[in-house]
């Protein structure tokens, strides 16, 4: 079945720096990854939409600038936490339609703790 | 506005009853639907989804029920297994895009 591969898993970093988490579509192409966060307790949020080889289109509400975007493959989009805060501290999840065209597989997730 | 919602945040079944999770919805565009179940700490893991054209969809022990007209859509699983503990979670797509419902908890105890 279609796989997607996300990691780290989890990252601990310090205020004002950058964390990059990547996702990756191991035996299928994905020309679109969906990322998604979510905080305790709550459900799943789209951030954005990664369009292979176009500017990722942005949820009402998410700074582009402080979540960067690059889906330059078909089997690889990145999410950059620019200069990172507390607050930006949260469950990170990224999915690509599988191959089977029956839902949304998604990767495992990356536990991101800004201290 | 929340256009999905779980209003039950958590079921207490038994093992071998039936489980019954119910989503509401409220835009008429979403043409797809899907359940997702997740452990703590774990990305979700796909279900079942059926489309807006269908009212049931089957698949082992899950059954999701789609009624249109009501905008509401239910995961039955018949018999529940201790094995099914977890949020569970409904979503609604619109051209590709998701959106969450805030999941419900279900525990089946032995």
């Known amino acids: 079945g279609a796989v997607v591969s996300q990691h780290p898993s989890w990252v601990i970093c310090k205020s004002g720096t950058s964390v990059k988490i990547e996702c990756r579509s191991l035996d299928f192409q994905a020309t679109t990854m969906f990322w998604y966060r979510q905080f305790p307790k709550q459900s799943l949020m789209l951030m954005a939409t990664s369009n292979e080889g176009s500017k990722a289109t942005y949820e009402q509400g998410v700074e582009k600038d402080k979540f960067l975007i690059n889906h330059a493959s078909l089997t690889l989009s990145t999410l950059t936490v620019t200069s990172a805060h507390p607050e930006d501290s949260s469950f990170y999840i990224c999915?690509?339609?599988?191959?089977?065209?029956?839902?949304?597989?998604f990767g495992s997730g990356t536990r991101l703790t800004v201290v | 506005d929340q256009q999905v919602k779980q209003n039950s945040p958590s079921l207490s079944v038994q093992e071998g009853r039936i489980s019954i999770l119910n989503c509401d919805y409220t835009?008429?565009?979403?043409?797809?639907f899907l359940w997702y179940k997740k452990y703590p700490a774990e990305g979700p893991t796909f279900l079942i989804s059926i489309s807006s054209i269908k009212d049931k969809n089957e698949d082992g022990r899950f059954t999701v029920f789609l009624n249109k007209s009501a905008k509401h859509l239910s995961l039955h699983i018949v018999p529940s297994q201790p094995g099914d503990s977890a949020v569970y979670f409904c979503a609604a797509s619109d051209a590709g895009k998701s959106t969450f419902g805030d999941g419900t908890t279900l525990t089946v105890k032995p």
């Open positions: 999915s690509a339609r599988d191959l089977q065209g029956r839902g949304y597989t």
């Open positions: 835009n008429s565009m979403f043409d797809y």
